[in-house]
């Protein structure tokens, strides 16, 4: 179940280019990581947000099926900005994520 969940040493598909160096030039809030791709962004947002903006880790991580590495693609929303984990819990299947509104300037 802990491979399933968090994706073990498998490697992130390489046949997805990465997004181009502009890829900001086409909306800011797009993540540029190869990690997670627009795609898996919106889905796993709307996934959050769906589940009234928060569920726990193991959830989350879950909601990408597909995905070799969905805790690392988290990890990729979190320094992105627009997720967070609780920082009152451990770092496991239990931290609560939460959907961020990022405040650009």
């Not at 498998?10 to 046949?15: G, N």
């Not at 995905?67 to 496991?92: N, Q, S, Y």
Request: charged share 15%; proline share 10%; with cysteine.
């Amino acid at each position: 179940m802990a491979i399933a969940i968090y994706g073990g040493l498998a490697a992130y598909d390489k046949t997805n280019p990465p997004l181009s160096p502009n890829f900001e030039t086409v909306h800011p809030g797009i993540v540029g990581n190869a990690l997670v791709s627009p795609d898996e962004q919106i889905a796993l947002l709307s996934w959050l947000h769906e589940q009234g903006g928060f569920a726990p880790l193991g959830d989350c991580a879950a909601a990408l099926p597909d995905h070799p590495r969905p805790v690392a693609a988290l990890i990729a929303l979190a320094e992105a900005g627009l997720v967070r984990f609780d920082p009152e819990t451990a770092f496991d299947a239990h931290c609560i994520v939460r959907r961020v509104t990022p405040v650009r300037a």
